[in-house]
């Protein structure tokens, strides 16, 4: 064979190499076409009737009538049997259904509903879920829950400079006088703790705010008065911190210590003192400024003066428990997720709280009986927290103020003439045996 015949024969191999790959290609082109056409027909056969569906049935689904609850007999059966001019009730069946009396019901529902437009009645756009709810409510779950959180953002608003302030000079006169007549002079109420159970606490925290009983809280630090009277509240710290912890956190003496609390000056047994002080029991410090009771009191003027402490230390105690007698959702676990909601609804039971008092402060001032709101009848703003930048008091100042609230030897000296104060004051008036 010569080199032509060979020339020729590569020549015809690589030429028939060239038309199959060209084949190929055509092909594969072919190919990826039809499975063009065929999505593209699948996208305008198929695929639009199935949205349509969809959406017809997403409509028919927003578009039912609203379940009938009766409102509207609900609202005459309620303002027929409280509201009306001739009521089915009488006013103090009203108070210890609503835990208030009428007129101060009516001031909050006046204020809240002129506030928030949340609370005009107006035509509803939108369904409603199928929750039962209290036979006078006739109102969904998420309503009922929303409605909440709006009223405590509302009360809180409305009414929180009023009655969370702080005492002025009228009341620190008011609190002096009433601890001079049980024998306290410069006490203006006493602090103590106390542990609200959150059921739907978070399982990531249920350790941290894990309580005394096992189970997650919430402690609330409150001052109060012999008229049962907040006056400092201090809520949200995690139920695994006790009484003192509480309190390095709390700022019950943040005004003290800023220079914006009244002058307060007292003597007892010819000892002169410029800071008035709280009673409290044996977990708090031994700081000039809380006056605990006498463990074991073997002398007269001791068991005295311990009887006397713990009489009036009761009044916070009190407090607590006329709080959850008149707030069931206080008495109750929290139902709520968030700490914030659970905050509003301790504030705003605060001050609806100081509200009752200061209208029927005259009428049980010393002799509240609980057991009346005991198993009764019946079954978003904006952020008002205030920012300070500005150093309100000299830092020395502020040091020598904090050195005098927690001085030790002050106390030991203010405890031992108020025992001789008391004493001298109720001594013979009172038969304590041997």
């Known amino acids: 064979m010569n080199s032509n015949s060979l020339n020729e024969s590569s020549t015809d191999s ?97 204020a809240v509903t002129q506030h928030d437009p949340w609370f005009q009645q107006r035509q509803l756009s939108y369904g409603c879920a199928s929750d039962a709810c209290d036979e006078y409510v006739r109102i969904s779950e998420a309503s009922s829950r929303l409605a909440l959180q709006k009223f405590t953002e509302g009360v809180i608003n409305l009414f929180g400079d009023q009655y969370l302030r702080r005492p ?25 703790c106390m542990h609200w159970e959150w059921k739907n606490c978070p399982h990531a925290w249920k350790g ?24 400092h509240s201090f809520f949200g710290m995690p139920g695994s911190c006790n009484d003192i912890n509480v309190l390095h956190r709390s700022p019950v003496f943040e005004d003290v210590l800023e220079g914006r609390t009244p002058p307060v000056n007292f003597v007892v047994n010819g000892h002169h003192y410029t800071n008035g002080y709280y009673l409290t029991d044996g977990i708090y410090p031994r700081w000039a400024s809380f006056v605990k009771s006498i463990t074991s009191p073997q002398t007269r003027q001791d068991r005295l003066f311990a009887k006397h402490q713990e009489a009036a230390r009761k009044d916070v105690e009190r407090a607590f428990g006329v709080l959850q007698a008149r707030f069931a959702i206080i008495k109750k676990p929290s139902l709520a997720w968030d700490t914030d909601i659970l905050h509003n609804i301790m504030l705003a039971c605060i001050i609806i709280h100081n509200m009752i008092v200061e209208d029927e402060r005259e009428t049980y001032q010393n002799n509240v009986n609980t057991n009346e709101f005991m198993n009764a009848g019946g ?56």
Not at 169 to 181: K, N, Q
Request: aromatic fraction near 8%; charge should be neutral; include cysteine.
């Open 14 to 110: 690589s030429s028939s190499s060239s038309n199959s790959d060209d084949e190929g290609r055509e092909l594969r082109v072919q190919q990826r076409n039809e499975v063009c056409l065929m999505i593209q027909h699948v996208m305008h056969e198929y695929i639009p009737p199935i949205i349509q569906a969809a959406t017809q049935q997403r409509r028919r689904k927003s578009t039912e009538p609203r379940k009938d609850r009766g409102r509207e007999e609900g609202h005459a059966r309620l303002y027929n049997d409280y509201f009306a001019e001739v009521p089915v009730y009488p006013s103090s069946l009203f108070r210890r259904r609503f835990r208030m009396r009428k007129h101060v019901f009516e001031r909050l529902l006046n």
């Open 168 to 192: 002025n000079i009228a009341d620190m006169e008011r609190l002096l006088r009433i601890g001079e007549e049980r024998g306290f002079p410069g006490m203006i109420g006493s602090i103590d």
């Open 208 to 231: 941290q705010y894990q309580g005394r009983e096992g189970v997650a809280t919430l402690v609330l630090e409150a001052v109060a008065d012999r008229d049962l009277w907040i006056w």
């Open 379 to 434: 079954n978003a703003n904006e952020d008002t927290t205030e920012y300070r930048t500005d150093r309100i008091v000299d830092i020395g100042l502020y040091l020598s103020r904090r050195t005098e609230i927690e001085d030790q030897q002050t106390h030991l000296q203010l405890k031992n003439d108020l025992v001789e104060h008391i004493w001298n004051k109720f001594g013979n008036k009172e038969n304590l045996g041997n």
